[in-house]
């Protein structure tokens, strides 16, 4: 384990936000963190953990240690005759998990294929797409106490898994490090296609749904993802900005009213309507919102990027034009899904 001070970490935000921390280190074992807290200059700092800042926009400099799981290990644990349970290390590419298991022929992940980020940030912002969520595979997560290097294993029911949201993200930010996560996954024989996504639906329509595989799924996927959202690695971003907001049955119906067409929605199990974010954005006509060197993304009006030279601030005034322009037009607050630090 090596200690970098003053350690630039631009190529650690998909944002491409050029930012430095006081120290960095990567953490790959348990007692990597007896050793950081070992050093009274680092244990009196504060201490910020990330993965690869896909979900992360940096404001200002990092003055303490910024920590990244560097654990990459894949273990099959646990096999039966219709599934499988994996341990995966928290510093995999969660793009590069997927593609491993589609490959193995295993349902569970394909509906996320082609989303930026570690495997560790998978259950911290429960990322989900396409009908799909993290914790609909994860079993358990192992999880480092950055105050003593105590190791803590949390079932999926305690992780307080919610709409991009975890336990990770909340209570415990910043104080427990996702180490390695237990997934099961299904074989090809027990498990289906998750279709409920209609754009997915039709892109795979015109095959016979008892043949299509995790491969046809994430092939299909990955296809739609290129097409509808900028690649960060051309024009810095975070990919979806804002969190979809949920309102109740009677505000969706007045604002219905007030709106000449339909508003899409997914009703919830509880009453409620989610309606998508960009949708509110490009019709308060926000969608061409600039600030500074940042602004919406010409491909989906859910996304803010890096026009080059950007500062973390310039998104965040983007951001917040863009909030007042959809509270104004509808009365919706939209809660930032990207963390700002």
Same mark, same amino acid.
């Given at each position: 384990?090596?200690?970098?001070?003053?350690?630039?970490?631009?190529?650690?935000?998909?944002?491409?936000? /050029?930012?430095?921390?006081?120290? =960095?280190?990567?953490?790959?074992?348990?007692?990597?963190?007896?050793?950081?807290?070992?050093?009274?200059?680092?244990?009196?700092?504060?201490?910020?953990i990330? #993965?690869?800042?896909?979900?992360?926009?940096?404001?200002?400099?990092l003055?303490?240690?910024?920590?990244?799981?560097? =654990?990459?290990?894949?273990?099959?644990?646990?096999?039966?005759?219709? !599934?499988?349970?994996?341990?995966?290390?928290?510093?995999?590419?969660? &793009?590069?998990? /997927?593609?491993?298991? /589609?490959?193995?022929?295993?349902?569970?992940?394909?509906?996320?294929?082609?989303?930026?980020?570690?495997? !560790?940030?998978?259950?911290?912002?429960?990322?989900?797409?396409?009908g799909?969520?993290?914790?609909?595979?994860?079993?358990?997560?192992?999880?480092?106490?950055?105050?003593?290097? *105590?190791?803590?294993?949390?079932?999926?029911?305690?992780c307080?898994?919610? =709409?991009?949201s975890?336990?990770?993200?909340?209570?415990?930010?910043?104080?427990?490090l996702?180490?390695?996560?237990?997934?099961?996954?299904?074989?090809?024989?027990?498990?289906?296609?998750?279709?409920?996504?209609?754009?997915?639906?039709?892109?795979?329509?015109?095959?016979?749904?008892?043949?299509? *595989?995790?491969?046809?799924?994430?092939?299909?996927?990955?296809a739609?993802?290129?097409?509808?959202?900028?690649?960060?690695?051309?024009?810095?971003?975070?990919?979806?900005?804002?969190?979809?907001?949920?309102?109740?049955?009677?505000?969706?119906?007045?604002?219905?009213?007030?709106?000449?067409?339909?508003?899409?929605?997914?009703?919830?199990?509880?009453?409620? =309507?989610?309606?998508?974010?960009?949708?509110?954005?490009?019709?308060?006509?926000?969608?061409?919102?600039?600030?500074?060197?940042?602004?919406?993304?010409?491909? &989906?009006?859910?996304?803010?990027?890096?026009? #080059?030279?950007?500062?973390?601030?310039?998104?965040?005034?983007?951001?917040?034009?863009?909030?007042?322009?959809?509270?104004?037009?509808f009365?919706? &607050?939209l809660?930032?899904?990207?963390?700002?630090?």
């Amino acid at each position: 384990m090596h200690i970098q001070a003053n350690y630039l970490i631009t190529h650690l935000n998909t944002f491409n936000i /050029v930012t430095k921390t006081r120290y =960095y280190a990567e953490v790959n074992r348990q007692s990597d963190i007896t050793v950081l807290r070992s050093d009274l200059k680092l244990a009196s700092l504060p201490w910020t953990i990330i #993965g690869d800042g896909s979900n992360i926009l940096f404001t200002h400099d990092l003055e303490g240690l910024v920590i990244r799981c560097s =654990y990459d290990k894949i273990r099959l644990v646990k096999e039966d005759q219709d !599934g499988v349970w994996l341990s995966v290390g928290a510093g995999i590419n969660w &793009h590069k998990l /997927v593609e491993y298991t /589609v490959n193995k022929g295993w349902w569970g992940l394909e509906n996320l294929a082609y989303i930026p980020g570690t495997v !560790g940030g998978a259950p911290v912002q429960n990322i989900g797409a396409y009908g799909a969520e993290a914790r609909d595979s994860i079993t358990r997560i192992q999880a480092l106490n950055l105050y003593d290097g *105590t190791r803590t294993e949390y079932r999926n029911a305690d992780c307080q898994f919610g =709409y991009r949201s975890s336990i990770f993200k909340h209570e415990q930010k910043n104080r427990m490090l996702v180490h390695r996560i237990t997934f099961r996954l299904r074989k090809l024989h027990a498990g289906q296609a998750n279709l409920v996504y209609e754009p997915l639906k039709i892109a795979l329509q015109e095959q016979d749904k008892s043949t299509i *595989t995790p491969r046809d799924v994430f092939d299909a996927i990955v296809a739609i993802r290129q097409a509808k959202l900028p690649d960060p690695k051309v024009q810095g971003n975070a990919g979806s900005f804002f969190q979809n907001p949920i309102i109740s049955a009677d505000y969706f119906e007045q604002i219905s009213q007030k709106i000449d067409e339909p508003i899409p929605n997914h009703k919830m199990l509880d009453g409620q =309507y989610k309606i998508p974010a960009a949708w509110l954005i490009e019709n308060a006509g926000a969608n061409h919102f600039t600030a500074g060197r940042a602004a919406v993304s010409k491909k &989906h009006a859910l996304v803010l990027v890096n026009l #080059g030279g950007a500062v973390g601030d310039d998104v965040v005034e983007l951001s917040k034009k863009i909030q007042d322009e959809v509270m104004h037009k509808f009365g919706i &607050h939209l809660e930032p899904e990207v963390n700002i630090l």
